[in-house]
């Protein structure tokens, strides 16, 4: 059964102005997500999973972010193309989001039974006494002890598990169809992690909300996501369902990732594994944005950018080694003399 | 040196700021120039403002005297052209013991902790619980009149800012393992005062330094206007303004406006210099301060 | 919280007791007979050989400490002395004056905190734009405007020109009134007791002559504070709990005045706390310009005819009212922040 698609972004493309020059941090991605259920955002640290999620909900810096090119169709609504009004009327009602780190994203000078409920006053209608009493189902229901008395607390007087429970109340008090989580537990300790993604999941399935889960952690996306994406240096590299994305990564830069999740049988140097770092947006590469780090790249890939192919149904990558990909995964160590011919 | 050129260039690139550097040069150019462009009548005492006359009723302007004359007959131009020296004789060196003392104290505070810097904080917070000004007329007021005394009762009420803020970035640089590993390694104390901590706390010492060229001068001008500062005759922009006080007002009779000059020259020359100086700072500020790039 | 509190409190007899001593350590420069009537009550006792008796008496040249002790012991007791300018006890004048000086700066506050925060709010939303530059350089015109400067000019114009705002306190019909029977001083501030008195034509007039010095004194002050206030209000509008208010589709409007100002208040309440004791420094040169007689002229007056004891009863009372205005100024910052009042 294929289900609705909510959200369909279209070859989307974000610069940012900044004092040396422009430069573009997302460019071209292309992705959907489908009526209940999960699709996660998989890569290292700012290869722009953020910026793709502000910029859905057209919520980057002003004067400074700007989507020049592309499309976000939700419900047949091209986001990007609404006023400022009903784009007010989207956040939160429709569309929520879940910031990373829950202490800063929370204000310090309301308390946090306000700041949901300023929320469902906006949206739902709801008098202000309406709002606290539904402040505190809302909080019963994310699982925060004596919610009556935490709704007067401040953020800064609740544990990072609890604040973040919060904000998850929060996001989900309207009743979204579409939540995006840009690395909630990131923050928590590893058991609160626990906690806190499966409170999204029972809550999720009882809304029936779809969820765009952001993370580095591939972990969290085996957990939770249906469908993958994986981005490095603002592109999608690799997209697809979650289990043949697991079975048979097609993109070097996913069989690294995947060899870098530490695992009980294997011994490997976590921050190892993938050699280097993300090239900044002043300095990319010619050819593949990968060639620079890719155990594998061979001359066309400092020249020339690989396109993202279907493999197999429903299975994108953007690699010119596809093909070779299940035999050279097996030596990523090695990866030297399977192929790479120096520049 | 690279940090100097970089902040340099960006203050090249706002016309704010560009305007303040060149009001500030302006003022160091008269200062410079003064002896060329106010030839002293009598060298040995230049910064006593010559006198045209003994009328006591001010001057228009005339071939002579192009901005006219105070009562008393000093002649405005003069005035201002060697105020202009005198404003910059304050400054300096105001700022610079205030420094002085500002970074003894701030580093043995912040250097030795403990019970070293509370006494010291204690002692800081004593000293500016007194308004600035007041604090300055007390002074003033024990130690009789004069430009010497003045400039010592600024320098006593306006060390305290600098020794907080020094203190505040030699705690910052002892965080840093190096100073701890220098002391231990026996480092002498100046070495580590010019190799760690004034360069930590460079530009914010400019920003403050440069609104306070303004700040000192304008304080010791404000004295004067009250009769505390420099002598009569002393060319100073204060005493300047404050001979115009009965004039300008028509309590003396006849039409204010006929002894506009005796306010607008001296005014505008204290306005200018004051503004140079706080473009300057302000344009410091916003390249410098992180707080302030968003 | 409380604990901060306490602390505070037990270190004001410590500030105050540093307080009196720095100040009665620059006394050291007078003589015995300039430092004498610093101790006495009534002119009659200076007469004669009783000076040289109670210069004995006093340990006038002795050593610091007893001097110091002396004196000190007669300040406690509300002795500050003869004022040889106005030739009335020290103290007598203060009590005089101190409303006066009070009921200026209360009415030049006001306004300043009103504008200066709700400018510093404007440019900090228009940061850049047109409104924030010409607000930049008016503000840094009004740093650069010496108050004898601009009150002079206020003066020049408003009465010099146009003869609208007399310098004083009260017209001379006035003062008649003020200063007769029935006319009774509960504050010492006019404007407030002519309206307790019902006496509509002097608060009327009363106003008129503060209009003046208001204006001086305020100008000099809502420069700051506009830019403390734009300071921080940038500093929190950059902050992530402001995208999480944008996140929950509430209106620029709510985002900014509610999100950013109520944190970008606390500082500048600070300052604006400060800023009131600032002014009653401020007024030294204020009130010398408009002939108000408040503490600030007097201090003038007081210096420049070298009445000693003036000049010290005057300092007392100006460090009182600092230290004791910044501790409430400090107590109120941990009230306002629910991050410290908490904690
Ligand atoms: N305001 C901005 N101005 C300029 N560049 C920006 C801005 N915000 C983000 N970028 C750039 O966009 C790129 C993507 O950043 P982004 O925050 O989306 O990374 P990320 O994938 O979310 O990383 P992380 O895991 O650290 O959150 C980065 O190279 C970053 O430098
Ligand atoms: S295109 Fe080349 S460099 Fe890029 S990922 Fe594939 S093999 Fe590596
Ligand atoms: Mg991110």
Redo the contacts with the bound molecule.
Sequence with gaps: MVKDVLLQVKNLHTV?H?EDGT?E?IGGVDFEVRQGETLGIV?E????????SLSIMRLL?KG??EVPQGEVIYKGKNLLKLSEREMRKIRGKEIAMIF?EPMTALNPVYTVGEQLAEMVELHLGMSKKEAYDYAIKMFEKVGIPMPEKRIYEYPHELSGGLRQRAMIAMMMSCNPNLLIAD?PTTALDVTIQAQVLDLMRELLKEYNSSLIMIT?DLGVIAEMADRVAVMYAGRIVEYADVVPLFKKPSHPYTVGLMRSIPRPDVEVDRLDSIKGVVP??FHMPKGCRFSNRCPYAIDKCFEEEPPLVEVEPGHYTRCWRYQEMEELSKHWESGEEVGKTSK | MEGFVKVLKKLMRNPTSIAGLLLVLLFVAIAILAPVLAKPPYPDTPYQMPQNGWSSVPQPPSHEDIFGTTEGQYDIYYGIIWGTRTAFKLGIFVIGLALIIGLFVGTISAYFGGWVDEVLMRVTDIFLAFPFLVGVIVIVTMLGPGLNHVMWALVIFYWMGYARLIRGSVLEVKENDYVMAGRALGTPGARIITRHILPNSIYPILIQVSMDMATIPLTAAALSFLGLGAPVGYADWGQLVSFSRNWIISSSGGNPFAYWYTITYPSLAIILYAMGWNLLGDSLRDILDPRMLI | MISFIIRRLLLLPVTLLGLTFLIFFFTSFLSPYQLLSAYVQDPRQLQGANVEKLIEKYGLKKNFMVKYGNWLEKIVRGNFGWSLSLNEPVIKVIGQRFPATLELTIYAIVPVIWIGIWLGVVAAVHHNGVIDQILRVVALLGYSIPAFVLGLLILFIFYGVLGWLPPGRLDQWAQMIVYSKNFHQYTGMITIDALLNGNIPVFLDALKHLIAPILTLSYLSWAGLLRITRSSMLEALGQDYIRTARAKGLSERVVVNKHARRNALIPATTVAGMMFIGMLGGVIITETIFNYPGIGSFSAQAAEQFDYSGVLGVAVIYGLVTIIGNLIVDITYALIDPRVRLG
Aim: net charge negative.
């Design positions: 940012f900044t430069v941090a890569g640290s700012g290869c722009g999973k953020s910026v793709t810096p400074i972010g990373q690395e580095h900044d947006l």
